[in-house]
């Protein structure tokens, strides 16, 4: 085991070895950046990373000065999100405005602008809580920065650029080309990475005791995202629900207009219920268009054989999918109307035959989505 790695697992952290490795450096040199910004695919370790920083600057007792021992009251209490001087800002959470001081009942997609507004009031405050080891901080975690809302972005933009001198913000995000060319420009930037399928299954396989053939298949369901791969094992319906999207697409890039607009319209329907269950498919297409460009490459699909597939096609229209549905999640989360916007998916991709399907079906199909 490398120190690296022997570092990352003492922090309680899979398969980011080189990301643990970087914050505690710069954490042991008394050097943190004043805003860090920890990029990834979901699942991946940001938030698990960004907490074990908090808990090695709050730990009672942490070994070398730099590690949590992830067992002191302070570690518990960054654990639990109770510890003074650290908020997570999401969506859903609280703002100072009058009216509406929580968005937890609101059906909110976005982190808001009043939401940032309160982070930098409360940012400028003394910090409460002196750690015994390290200088006393007020610290915030983005989760996720993809989530800002454009003036949200421009507001905690202030902040960045000219941060109080006891403030650390640490933010997530799985696509950082998205943000503020200026934001992402003023963080240290950490990138995390899905971990070889290898590793992440003998990680999996150790921490929870499950057996090779299982903890392969979760790693691979999981693509190498640790934490993916454990909420997947603890619920087993977030499964079902990764097949069932892969099976859709499989049925929607055969099926006609008429098809396709009334699978828009459920789509639709469940984001004004369930948002989170419509982005998780959408990440399943956008995963499975990846599959098929990475095929063209000669590259095996990452999805174990019990995943439905899509069929061979040219990659220019693969690549346009993929496009189309990283569009489609972005406008969903903008507030675009979701029926618009799924319909409009829907005419993006690409249409290719079912194998068996009769000369007249196919004619049909595609004349359908042509008209």
Not at 11 to 24: K, S, T
Not at 54 to 82: K, N, S
Not at 198 to 215: I, M, Q, T
């Amino acid at each position: 085991m490398t120190t690296e790695t022997a570092v990352a697992a003492t922090w309680g952290v899979h398969g980011q070895a080189l990301a643990v490795a970087q914050v505690r450096a710069d954490l042991a040199a008394d050097r943190l950046a004043h805003a860090y910004l920890l990029t990834g695919p979901e699942g991946v370790g940001k938030a698990t990373v960004a907490r074990r920083l908090v808990q090695a600057i709050h730990c009672d007792t942490p070994a070398d000065g730099v590690d949590p021992c992830l067992a002191c009251a302070a570690c518990r209490r960054v654990e639990d999100g109770a510890a003074p001087d650290f908020e997570v800002v999401a969506i859903g959470g609280p703002c100072d405005e009058e009216g509406h001081r929580d968005h937890a009942a609101d059906n909110s997609t976005r982190i808001r602008i009043c939401q940032a507004r309160r982070l930098t009031r409360l940012s400028s405050l003394a910090p409460f809580h002196a750690p015994p080891h390290h200088t006393p901080r007020r610290i915030f975690v983005i989760d996720t920065a993809d989530d800002l809302q454009t003036e949200a972005g421009h507001a905690l933009l202030k902040t960045i650029e000219e941060p109080p001198a006891s403030s650390l913000l640490i933010l997530l995000a799985t696509d950082p080309d998205e943000l503020l060319p200026t934001i992402r420009s003023r963080c240290r930037e950490i990138a995390l990475r899905p971990m070889p399928h290898a590793e992440c299954a003998g990680a999996l396989s150790n921490s929870l005791g499950l057996d090779d053939a299982e903890a392969s298949r979760l790693a691979a369901l999981a693509r190498g995202r640790y934490g993916l791969a454990v909420r997947l094992h603890e619920d087993p319906s977030l499964i079902q629900l990764r097949h069932a999207a892969a099976e859709d697409l499989a049925t929607l890039v055969a099926a006609g207009r008429n098809e396709r607009f009334d699978y828009a319209a459920r789509l639709a329907g469940r984001w004004r219920r369930e948002r989170p269950s419509v982005l998780g498919t959408l990440d399943v297409w956008r995963w499975r268009w990846h599959d098929v460009l990475a095929q063209a490459a000669g590259v095996d699909a990452a999805e174990p054989d019990e995943v439905a597939t899509l069929p061979a096609m040219p990659v220019a229209a693969a690549a346009e999918a993929l496009r189309a549905t990283q569009r489609t999640r972005q406008r969903l989360i903008e507030n675009t109307n979701p029926q618009l916007a799924v319909e409009v998916l829907m005419l993006d991709l690409p249409y290719v035959a079912a194998e068996g399907a009769s000369n007249g079906e196919e004619a049909r199909a595609a004349a359908s989505l042509a008209s």
